[in-house]
């Protein structure tokens, strides 16, 4: 029997990118999954029964809240956890970053992550089982990766990741974090604007001299969701062509 057969996957950021290849990969692997987005339109998932949406802007606390509390009422207790969702800034320096933007970044990238994951955990901790996994970045090792807000807010998820994992190891969950690199989504969509210079840049200066696909990243989701990571503990693993390496 397919490991993943029937859990209740709950995903922010489903809407497009590597939350939208997370969710057709546990799909496909049997599960129940709860997809939550700004966005509404989810595509060809919400042709699937088994997927339920739920469209919310994360930066408010309350949506957070309300959006694990219908997924429970839905589908029931969640099993798999994947912190999905975030926004880049665009590469702003301290100076060109007004109060908004930088709590806007921080609200999406990092703040619903607690919310949620803090809603959430306890059932999970009563029943000694459940993962989680975080979406951080290159940026969270590096600066460079995008402005102020961004770099710090993908540093934090790293902490707050290694923390987490730290504090519930003995209790049964499993947690880590993926650090992609590159990945061609709609929230990279303007390096590929005009004449794509931007992205040529970037494969040019990632060793592996390519962009990667979100597949790529759920594929290596349902790798640390899986049995065979189970001794992993608040890895942040990266996913990025050997950026990091330079």
């Not at 129940?32 to 919400?46: A, E, N, R």
């Not at 702003?92 to 990238?109: G, R, S």
């Amino acid at each position: 029997m397919n490991e993943f057969q029937d859990k209740v996957v709950f995903i922010t950021g489903a809407a497009s990118g590597i939350g939208y290849a997370q969710a057709v990969a546990f799909l496909e692997a049997g599960s129940f999954v709860f997809g939550v987005d700004i966005q509404t339109d989810f595509g060809k998932l919400s042709d699937d029964s088994h997927f339920q949406s739920f469209s919310g802007d994360l930066t408010q606390i309350n949506i957070c809240q309300e959006a694990v509390l219908v997924c429970q009422q839905h589908f029931g207790d969640i099993e798999i956890l994947l912190n999905t969702a975030g926004i880049l800034d665009a590469y702003q320096t301290i100076e060109e970053t007004d109060i908004d933007l930088w709590q806007k970044v921080l609200a999406t990238n990092l703040t619903s992550m607690f919310v949620i994951t803090k809603a959430i955990i306890p059932q999970m901790v009563k029943k000694s089982s459940g993962t989680i996994i975080n979406i951080a970045s290159v940026a969270s090792f590096v600066a460079g990766g995008g402005g102020i807000a961004y770099t710090s807010a993908k540093h934090a998820i790293a902490g707050f990741t290694k923390q987490l994992a730290l504090d519930y190891a003995d209790k049964g969950l499993h947690i880590n974090g993926i650090a992609p690199g590159a990945i061609q989504t709609p929230m990279n969509a303007a390096d590929f604007e005009g004449e794509g210079t931007m992205a040529q840049w970037v494969a040019d200066e990632t060793p592996a001299k390519r962009w990667a696909q979100p597949e790529e990243i759920a594929s290596v989701t349902l790798f640390l969701a899986s049995e065979s990571s189970r001794y992993m503990q608040g890895t942040i693993l990266p996913v990025d062509g050997g950026w990091l390496l330079k």
